[in-house]
């Protein structure tokens, strides 16, 4: 199924969701693939993200060691890390997404909110533009989402 759409399917994402219950921001790492790549694992100064033994494995984090603060999210060329706290609030989850296109959406604006497939799911509120220059070309947008969203959005539509 990820080889033929490039879409996850559910047993892979359930690995890789926060644990029940957890609270604050967490990594979600959905890379499934053997593929040479590990910048993550070199961007992550906790050390959250194992030490590739075989730089074809798929990263491993290591849930105790993340603070969820995204510095491996703009490092990563796949945009397969994104960032979610589902104690962000009673109604609404937190979703940090890597972002490539233009325009960036404003702060404080609703976007359309989309799934893996770029389907809309419903409205998101921009919470955040993080940019900078050590992040070249991506940035991250933090959104809140509806609770039980986060593990479904990931994109969104800006302006229409
Ligand atoms: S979110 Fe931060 S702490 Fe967690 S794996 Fe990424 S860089 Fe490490
Ligand atoms: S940087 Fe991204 S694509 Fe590369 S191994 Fe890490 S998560 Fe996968």
Known sequence: ???????PV???????????????PMAVIECFQEIPCNPCSEACTRGAIAS?????????????KCNGCGNCMFRCPGLAI????ESYSDTETLVKI?????????????????D???????LARVIKVQQGKAMDRTAIIWLAVPK?????VRSIQVGR
């Open 10 to 24: 559910k047993e892979q994402l359930d690995r890789v969701q926060p644990p029940p219950g957890h609270e604050g």
């Open 98 to 114: 890597p972002y490539e296109y233009l325009p960036l959406p404003e702060e404080g604006t609703p976007v359309t909110a989309l």
């Open 52 to 64: 590739f033994t075989d730089i074809n494995n798929p990263p491993v984090l290591i849930r105790e």
């Open 148 to 152: 039980g969203l986060g593990m479904t």
């Open 1 to 7: 199924m990820l080889e033929r759409t490039g879409v």
């Open 82 to 85: 994104f960032v979610i706290d």
């Open 116 to 122: 893996r497939e770029g389907k809309p799911v419903g």
